[in-house]
């Protein structure tokens, strides 16, 4: 598989407060990014450096919540990392192979949404699950002949490491493989997922929490 880390996803009840709380950790404002339609979520982006960026994302109030996404995000207390997503152009082959390990896999999916610029962008999407690894476990996106989005992003930082800790680490190390930067994957009785960002003023910690673990993007 193409192992290269595209982007990281931090979920927040509401987007205006997840930007403010982004601009206080890093010190740049986040691009809005535009609406999910179907999923009741929209979303604001941060630059990092290398070709990947943080995705905010909220509930949208412009779209009914009920039963999608945006109703999980709602419920959460304060800003946490949800998920991660890999880069990958060959979404096909990765899912006969998710398949052939067992995994129940879904895609790829079309994805779309419109900037506040009205540029129309379109992915696919590959989920995974038949796993006990909830959001630890990535998902994968291709992003086509679209501009990828952190190309007109200003960088916030690098991001230098990300570890998960959970019940079964050698079953999901040996699932993912190797990434493009350190990745730590350790045993440990509670799941979480934690990402290292290096910024001009310092490391950041962006950390899941309960909640997000349990949920399931895709």
Request: charged content about 20%; proline content about 7%.
């Amino acid at each position: 598989m193409n192992n290269v880390i595209d982007h990281l996803m931090w979920g927040v009840p509401d987007l205006g407060e997840g930007i403010a709380e982004a601009g206080r950790l890093f010190g740049v404002t986040a691009t809005p990014g535009g609406a999910h339609p179907g999923l009741g979520t929209r979303n604001a982006l941060v630059g990092l450096a290398d070709g990947r960026y943080l995705e905010i994302i909220a509930p949208d109030p412009a779209q009914s919540l009920a039963g999608t996404f945006g109703a999980a995000l709602a419920d959460l207390s304060h800003p946490a990392l949800v998920t991660w997503a890999l880069g990958n152009r060959e979404l096909s082959a990765t899912a006969k192979l998710l398949g052939a390990a067992g995994l129940k896999v879904r895609g790829p999916v079309r994805t779309r949404r419109t900037t506040p610029t009205g540029e129309r962008l379109e992915w696919d999407l590959l989920f995974a699950g038949g796993h006990a690894f909830g959001a630890l476990f990535p998902f994968f996106i291709d992003w086509r002949d679209c501009r990828h989005p952190s190309l007109s992003l200003v960088s916030a930082g690098s991001l230098e490491a990300l570890s998960i800790e959970c019940p079964y680490a050698a079953e999901l190390g040996a699932l993912l493989g190797e990434v493009d930067l350190p990745l730590l994957v350790v045993e440990g009785d509670e799941p979480s997922l934690r990402a290292t960002i290096e910024t001009a003023h310092g490391p950041v910690v962006l950390e899941s929490a309960p909640a997000t673990v349990g949920l399931r993007f895709g």
